[in-house]
C-alpha cells in the first residue's frame, strides 16, 4: 500500500546538472533550431521568389533567345527534357537495381562476389557525377555506339538524351538497390519456406512472393533515385548539349528527340543564374520552384510508402 | 496480406512454365537460368565501374605521363598553363601538356575540409537534438525537412549562393580598401572560400545528420536507461552511450559526405568563384574572401574544350583524381559501417 501510495520523486531538472552538460545541452537545442530556421528562410525564401516570377503560361513555352527576361520564353523544353531524362534513366535503373537487390539478398553465393557487388555498389553512389559525364563521353563518342547520337563529318557527338538518360541511370541505380535490399531483408524466412513448401522454385518464390511485397520499398527508393536524377546537372551539362531548346537529330519523332541534344531544368537554371551564359536570374528562381515542388512531390511518395513497407505484418 | 500471399502460391502459371520447360528438355532448369542472369547482371555493374576507373584513368594519362609526380606540384599560373594547352590543340601544334595542379587540389582540400568540420560539428548536435532531447513537433517537421534538403538539387543551392550570398559577402563584408590592396592580382566579388564553405556545410550537413541519427536510433534504447537507472543525467548518458555507440554511423557518415563534397562541380562552379588561385592563410581575414577553383568545377567551366586533343587528358587526370578519392572515401564508409551492422538491426542506408 504504502508503495503505491508513495509520491514519485521528482526527477532532478537541468539546472541541477554539470555547466559541461547543460552547455551541451545548450548547443544541441541552439543549433537545431537554428537549422530549423536556415531551413525555413531557405524555403520561404524560394517559395516567394518563386511565387514572384512564375506565371502559368511559362510551362507552356519554349524558351527563346531574348535580351531581356519578358521576352526569353518560358521552360516547356526543360521540364520536358527534365521528365525525358528521368523516364530513361529510371527505366534502366529500376529493373537493373531490382535485380542486384534480389541477387545480393537472396542468392549472394559465391560470397566474393556478393561483397564486391556490395562495395561497388557503395561506390557507384559516391562517383562523382562529373566523372560519369566524362566516362559517358569516352564511351559514347564511339563509333559502335554512333546509333545514340548525332555524327558530324564521321565524328559521333556523343551528346544526346539515349547518352545522359544512361549515365544518369548509373546514379539512380544504388538508390534503387539499398531500398529493394532493405524491403526484402524484412521479410521473414518462413514466408520463403511457405511458398517452398508449396512446391514452389526459388526464382517463382522471389516473382510471385517477395517482389510483390516489396513494391513499397521498390517505389520508395525508385522516387529518392529519380529525385537525385532530375537535381543533377553536370551530366546533363556535358552530354545533353546544353543547347536551348530541344533539337531533334533524324527523321523519327520520337527517337529524333532521343538521340537529339537538349537541355533540363537543373541546366536551365544554371545557365540563367547571374554565373550562367544567359543571366535571366528571375526564370532561374520560376524554374527552381518547379524543381522543388517536384522534389517535394517525390519526397512525399517516398514518405507514403516507407511508410507502407514499414506497416507489413509477417505474423 | 495472408490471403493475398496464398493466393499467389497457389497461382499454377509457373508450374505450367515448369512443365513446359521440361519438355522442351533444355539442359539447366528455369531456376537455374534465372540465377544465371542475375549474377550476369550483377557481373555487369560491377564491370561498369571497372570500365569507368580504367576508361577514366587511360583517357587521362598523357597528362599525367608527361608531368610526372609533379602534376600534383604547384608552378606556374594554372590557368595560363590551361590556355597555353587549349591554344596549341586549336592550332593543331605538338600538344602543351605542362600542367601543376596544386592551385585545384588546394581548393578543393579548403572547401571540402572546411565544410566537413564544420557540417560534423553541427550535425552531431542537431542528430542528438532529432533524437532525443527535441519536443514532438519540431522532430516531427525537423525530419522529412531533413529529408528534402538532402535532395535540393545542387544547383539551387549554387542559385540561392550567387543570388544572396556571394552579394552579401562582396558588398558587406569585404571593405573597399581590401579590394583596392588585391586589384592587380585578383577580384573580390564575394565568390570566395567562404560562400563556398557556408554553402556546402548547408549541402553535405542533411546527409550526416540522416546517417547519423538512424545509426543513433539503432543504438537499443536499453543500454541508454541503464545508463540513466544509474543516475546519471540525460545529456551525459546519451553522449556516453548512444553517441559512443554509433561511431560507426558517424565515421560513414562523415566520409560519405565527404567524397558527396570532394565530386561537387555544379555549386563550387557558381560559388567559389572561377580563378585558379590559391588562397593563402597568412593573408589573414583576407584568406575567407579570396576566390578559388577546385577540381571538379574545372572540368565542368573546361567542358567546351573537350573535343581539344591537348585539354581532355588533362581533364580527365583530374577526373582520376577525383574518382579514386571518391572510391577511397565510399569504400571506407562502407567499411566502418560493417560492425553496426553485426551488431543492431540497423540498415545502413546511403543518404
Known amino acids: ?315 | 496480406m495472408h490471403s493475398q500471399v496464398s493466393e499467389r502460391l497457389l497461382s499454377e502459371a509457373d508450374d505450367l512454365e515448369l512443365a513446359a520447360d521440361d519438355a522442351a528438355g533444355s539442359r539447366l532448369s528455369r531456376d537455374q537460368r534465372a540465377e544465371l542472369w542475375l549474377v550476369a547482371l550483377v557481373v555487369g555493374v560491377v564491370l561498369i565501374l571497372v570500365a569507368i576507373a580504367v576508361f577514366v584513368t587511360a583517357s587521362g594519362w598523357p597528362s599525367f605521363a608527361h608531368n610526372g609526380l609533379r602534376w600534383f606540384g604547384s608552378g606556374g599560373n594554372v590557368d595560363n598553363q590551361i590556355q597555353a594547352m587549349i591554344k596549341s590543340g586549336q592550332y593543331g601544334q605538338h600538344p602543351v601538356y605542362t600542367f601543376r595542379a596544386w592551385p585545384l587540389i588546394w581548393s578543393t582540400i579548403l572547401t571540402t575540409a572546411g565544410a566537413v568540420v564544420i557540417s560534423l560539428f553541427i550535425s552531431v548536435f542537431i542528430s542528438i537534438f532529432l533524437v532525443e532531447f527535441a519536443p514532438q513537433p519540431i522532430a516531427r517537421v525537423l525530419e522529412p525537412v531533413v529529408r528534402v534538403l538532402a535532395s535540393v538539387p545542387s544547383v539551387i543551392y549554387g542559385l540561392v549562393g550567387v543570388v544572396v550570398l556571394i552579394p552579401l559577402i562582396g558588398n558587406h563584408l569585404i571593405t573597399a580598401s581590401e579590394k583596392q590592396a588585391v586589384t592587380p592580382v585578383l577580384q573580390l566579388n564575394g565568390a570566395s572560400l567562404l560562400a563556398a564553405v557556408v554553402i556546402l556545410s548547408l549541402m553535405i550537413s542533411p546527409i550526416m545528420i540522416s546517417i547519423f541519427s538512424e545509426g543513433m536510433r539503432a543504438v537499443p534504447r536499453s543500454w541508454f536507461e541503464a545508463s540513466l537507472s544509474l543516475g546519471v543525467n540525460r545529456w551525459r548518458s546519451f553522449w556516453n552511450v548512444a553517441v559512443r555507440s554509433a561511431r560507426p554511423a558517424l565515421i560513414a557518415g562523415t566520409v560519405l559526405a565527404t567524397a558527396r563534397a570532394v565530386g561537387e562541380s555544379v555549386m563550387l562552379a557558381m560559388v567559389s568563384g572561377t580563378v585558379g588561385f590559391s588562397p593563402n592563410p597568412f593573408d589573414g581575414l583576407l584568406f575567407f574572401f579570396e576566390p578559388s577553383r577546385g577540381l571538379a568545377p574545372t572540368i565542368l567551366l573546361n567542358n567546351d574544350e573537350l573535343s581539344n586533343n591537348a585539354v581532355a587528358p588533362m581533364l580527365f587526370a583530374i577526373a582520376t583524381v577525383l574518382l579514386f578519392s571518391s572510391l577511397m572515401f565510399s569504400l571506407s564508409g562502407w567499411a566502418a559501417r560493417q560492425p553496426m551492422k553485426r551488431y543492431f538491426n540497423y540498415g545502413g542506408a546511403s543518404a
Open chain 1, 1 to 315: 500500500m504504502s508503495i503505491t501510495s508513495a509520491t514519485p520523486t521528482r526527477r532532478p531538472t537541468a539546472s541541477a546538472w554539470r555547466l559541461r552538460d547543460r552547455l551541451g545541452l545548450a548547443l544541441a537545442w541552439f543549433l537545431g533550431l537554428l537549422f530549423c530556421a536556415i531551413c525555413a528562410a531557405l524555403i520561404i525564401y524560394l517559395t516567394i521568389q518563386g511565387i514572384n516570377y512564375l506565371h502559368p503560361a511559362m510551362l507552356f513555352e519554349n524558351p527563346k533567345i531574348g535580351y531581356n527576361q519578358s521576352e526569353s520564353g518560358g521552360f516547356l523544353a526543360p521540364l520536358v527534357g527534365s521528365l525525358i531524362c528521368a523516364a530513361i534513366a529510371m527505366l534502366v535503373a529500376i529493373p537493373a537495381g531490382i535485380g542486384v537487390a534480389v541477387w545480393l539478398s537472396e542468392y549472394a553465393r559465391p560470397r566474393a562476389l556478393a561483397r564486391l557487388a556490395e562495395s561497388t555498389v557503395e561506390m557507384l553512389a559516391g562517383t562523382p557525377t562529373v566523372v560519369l559525364a566524362l566516362f559517358g563521353l569516352v564511351v559514347f563518342r564511339s563509333q559502335v555506339l554512333a546509333f545514340l547520337s548525332q555524327s558530324a563529318g564521321g565524328v559521333v557527338l556523343g551528346k544526346s538524351f539515349f547518352s545522359a538518360g544512361l549515365m544518369l541511370s548509373l546514379l539512380g541505380l544504388p538508390f534503387v538497390v539499398t531500398s529493394t535490399r532493405e524491403g526484402l531483408t524484412a521479410i521473414p524466412n518462413h514466408v520463403r519456406e511457405a511458398s517452398y513448401a508449396l512446391g514452389k522454385t526459388k526464382i517463382a518464390t522471389i516473382r510471385r512472393v517477395l517482389l510483390p511485397a516489396v513494391r513499397p520499398s521498390v517505389i520508395a527508393g525508385s522516387s529518392i533515385g529519380t529525385g537525385h536524377v532530375i537535381g543533377d546537372t553536370a551530366i546533363i551539362v556535358m552530354l545533353l548539349g546544353n543547347t536551348y531548346t530541344l533539337q531533334g537529330a533524324g527523321g523519327l519523332p520520337l527517337l529524333s528527340t532521343l538521340r537529339g541534344t537538349g537541355l533540363t531544368l537543373t541546366s536551365y537554371v544554371y545557365d540563367n543564374a547571374p554565373t550562367g551564359a544567359l543571366n535571366h536570374p528571375q526564370q532561374a528562381y520560376a524554374a527552381a520552384a518547379i524543381m522543388i515542388l517536384l522534389v517535394l512531390v517525390l519526397n512525399l511518395v517516398v514518405d507514403v510508402f516507407a511508410r507502407k513497407a514499414r506497416a507489413q505484418r509477417w505474423n
